[in-house]
């Protein structure tokens, strides 16, 4: 198990979003998060890097507990890359400096070592010939792409996904799901919000259906999508399928 969430409850003031979620994640699983807006998601997956601090439970990444004291989190925090549904690419920095960034500030990459291996990650995105473009120039899909290239550019063992592809034209929402994809089939260790169920259905190994701050089931897509137990499963499912 590469994350483990134990009793995980998050507050906001007096609102209880998350009130006791328990799961984990094996290493290179690919978890989609599904659920209602304002079910916990986005909490849920900022809990996993510490985005947002811990009311209470325990979140356990490759068997450093967040919640220690000790632990260091910003070492434990380059370990995943986050991609959100806002791109957030530095605007006067190209495509290419945009991916080169974080190593080399971070991890103390050479310009020349983070060049080669922006260019390789560039490729892989499909943006190979992007890489002295400026990211206004990009659609938001490309811009997508690059943010995915920026977060492996820091080679993570985890990779969480918020809504990527919820502020697209929906023809732009395939080349980014095709990233995606390759990535899952590369086995990496990803934990997707979304509401993409294709994406789920296809690339899923494990659905979690959040409700109301509460995992309400979980199983595999064909588990979730087919044959859903609950009944607030069956309702959320009736609106999006
Ligand atoms: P989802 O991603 O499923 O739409 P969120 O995790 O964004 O849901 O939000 C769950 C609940 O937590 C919502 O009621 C939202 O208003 C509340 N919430 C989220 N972030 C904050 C915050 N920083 N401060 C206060 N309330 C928040
Ligand atoms: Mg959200």
Do not use: W
């Not at 945009?98 to 260019?119: D, F």
């Amino acid at each position: 198990m590469i994350i483990e969430v134990k009793d995980l409850h998050k507050s906001f003031g007096q609102n209880e979003v998350l009130t006791g979620i328990d799961c984990s994640v094996d290493e290179s699983e690919v978890v989609c998060v599904i659920g209602p807006s304002g079910s916990g998601k986005s909490t849920f997956l900022r809990c996993l890097n510490l985005l947002e601090d811990v009311t209470s439970g325990e979140v356990i990444i490759d068997g450093d507990s967040l919640t220690d004291r000790g632990v260091k989190i910003d070492d434990v925090r380059a370990e995943i890359g986050m991609v959100f549904q806002q791109f957030n690419l530095f605007p006067h920095k190209s495509v290419i400096e945009n991916v080169m960034l974080a190593p080399m500030k971070v991890r103390g990459t050479s310009r020349a070592e983070a060049r080669e291996k922006g260019r390789a990650l560039l490729k892989k995105v499909g943006l190979a010939d992007k890489e002295n473009a400026y990211p206004s120039s990009l659609s938001g899909g490309q811009q997508q792409r690059v943010a995915i290239a920026r977060a492996l550019a820091m080679e993570p063992k985890i990779m969480l996904f918020d809504e990527p592809t919820s502020s697209l034209d929906p023809e732009l929402v395939g080349e980014v799901l095709a990233v995606m994809k390759d990535l899952a089939y590369e086995g990496m260790t990803m934990v997707v919000v979304t509401h993409e169920m294709g994406f789920a259905r296809e690339a899923g190994d494990r659905v979690l259906f959040l409700d109301g701050g509460v995992l309400v089931e979980e199983g595999t897509p064909q588990q979730i999508f087919d044959n859903p137990q609950e009944q607030r499963t069956q309702e959320f499912l009736n609106k999006v399928l």
